[in-house]
């Protein structure tokens, strides 16, 4: 360290100090700045990126709502629909049960009037067979009454009593 102290020299030293603040002043005006200002840059450039990923992420955390949102109401609309097309089922199969039962009513009330026509024709066939057959008896025992003269007189006779008497 004495020799330091030595060789010191008051010129050096100013000259060296001189070149030193020449040599700050140098790097300041040409180094530092463009440093800081690419550092400041790059700050900013990560700040950013950490603002665009926050912000990423609070719209895929919006989207991921929005979604579920999307798809609970797609649920509820689906859960509608299939309660309004069992709805519909219901109403046709009670329609069509109607529908058939009153087509069988129809179909039995017509079946019933056609058995009832076809009586009543049996019915008026059947008198007519009847008074067309009571008819052949009554005249042949007319026939056969009536044939015999004696029997005619007596037929007579008997209906003159019947008549006195009413």
């Keep these: 360290m004495d020799q ?5 020299s008051p010129g050096l030293f100013v ?18 700045k463009p440093i800081l200002n690419s550092l400041d840059e790059r700050e900013q450039g990560i700040q ?11 719209e895929m955390k919006n989207l991921q709502a929005d979604n579920e949102k999307a798809l609970q109401e797609a649920r509820i609309e689906r859960d509608a629909m299939l309660k309004d097309a069992r709805e519909i089922r219901t109403k046709m199969i009670a329609e069509a049960e109607d529908d058939a039962k009153e087509q069988a009513s129809k ?6 009037e056609a058995i009832e026509a076809e009586k009543r024709a049996a019915v008026a066939e059947l008198k007519n067979q009847v008074a067309v057959l009571s008819l052949e008896i009554a005249e042949k025992v007319v026939k056969d009454e009536l044939s015999d003269k004696n ?15 009413n």
């Design 4 to 8: 330091l102290l030595n060789d010191f």
């Design 15 to 32: 000259m060296q100090a001189v070149i030193l603040l020449i040599l700050i002043l140098l790097m300041k005006k040409f180094a530092w």
């Design 48 to 58: 950013g990126a950490l603002d665009a990923a926050e912000k990423a992420r609070l």
């Design 107 to 112: 179909i039995i009330a017509q079946a019933q």
């Design 151 to 165: 029997k005619q007189m007596q037929y007579v006779e008997k209906m003159l009593q019947d008549a006195n008497l």
